[in-house]
């Protein structure tokens, strides 16, 4: 299976400052990367595919970028609505494997 | 927009079998993937495998085979068995629609196995 390393595991933040994190794949995977939200208690929520594409719907505050091994998904202007977990998946290889988490809040 | 809905015992028995439906709104089960992912408590996420409507299905390697995935069409909801569950399986278990991404999903539901 592919690995997939996400850090940080947690982290806090400033209403609109920047976030950034960044998901490893044990292998090259192209750009077979998915970035999901998933708020307490509510479905999770598909925002970017492809590595960097934004899914119909989804604020263009949210962005995405890499290749291969390395990629990174950035919130520019961190709003409340955006305290979350985020997890990247892989879809390159089956089975599909998902990255650890990170955990976004307020400071 | 396609809703999805899981529904099933919150509790099973070890080396029970644990049984899950997912009801389908606002889509057609037909010509369509849906998959099936988990996550244990305080743990990520784990894919556990897809079916199609036609009645293709792949599980994940991880499952060594507990796993039987089926669609009820005239239902439009589709099912997932999970024998010789043990205390690993506990843990919120989501359908979604979608093959290696799920692109919409169910908020999930909590199954303990515990005696």
């Known amino acids: 299976d592919i690995q997939m390393t996400q850090s940080p595991s947690s982290l806090s933040a400033s209403v609109g400052d920047r976030v950034t994190i960044t998901c490893q794949a044990s292998?090259?995977?192209?750009?077979?990367l998915n970035w999901f939200q998933k708020k307490p208690g509510k479905a999770p929520k598909l925002l970017m595919y492809?590595?960097?594409n934004l899914e119909t719907g989804v604020p263009s505050r949210f962005s995405g970028s890499g290749s291969g091994t390395d990629f990174t998904f950035t919130i520019s202007s961190l709003q409340a609505e955006d305290i979350a977990t985020y997890y990247c998946?892989?879809?390159?290889?089956?089975?599909?494997?998902f990255g650890g988490g990170t955990k976004v809040e307020i400071k | 927009q396609v809703q999805l809905q899981e529904s099933g015992p919150g509790l099973v028995k070890p080396s029970e079998t644990l049984s899950l439906t997912c009801a389908v709104s606002?889509?057609?089960?037909?010509?369509?993937?849906w998959s099936w992912i988990r996550q244990p408590p305080g743990k990520g996420l784990e894919w556990i495998g897809y079916?199609?409507?036609?009645?293709?299905?792949n599980s994940n390697p991880s499952l060594r085979g507990r796993v039987t995935l089926s669609v009820d069409t005239s239902k439009n909801r589709f099912s997932l068995d999970l024998t010789s569950v043990t205390a690993a399986d506990t843990g919120v278990y989501h359908c979604?629609?979608?093959?290696?991404?799920?692109?919409?999903w169910g908020q999930g539901t909590l199954v303990t196995v515990s005696s």
């Open positions: 998946q892989q879809y390159d290889n089956l089975p599909p494997t």
């Open positions: 606002g889509d057609s089960i037909t010509n369509n993937y």
């Open positions: 079916v199609h409507s036609s009645g293709t299905t």
């Open positions: 292998q090259d995977i192209t750009t077979s």
């Open positions: 492809g590595a960097s």
């Open positions: 979604a629609r979608g093959k290696a991404t799920p692109y919409d």
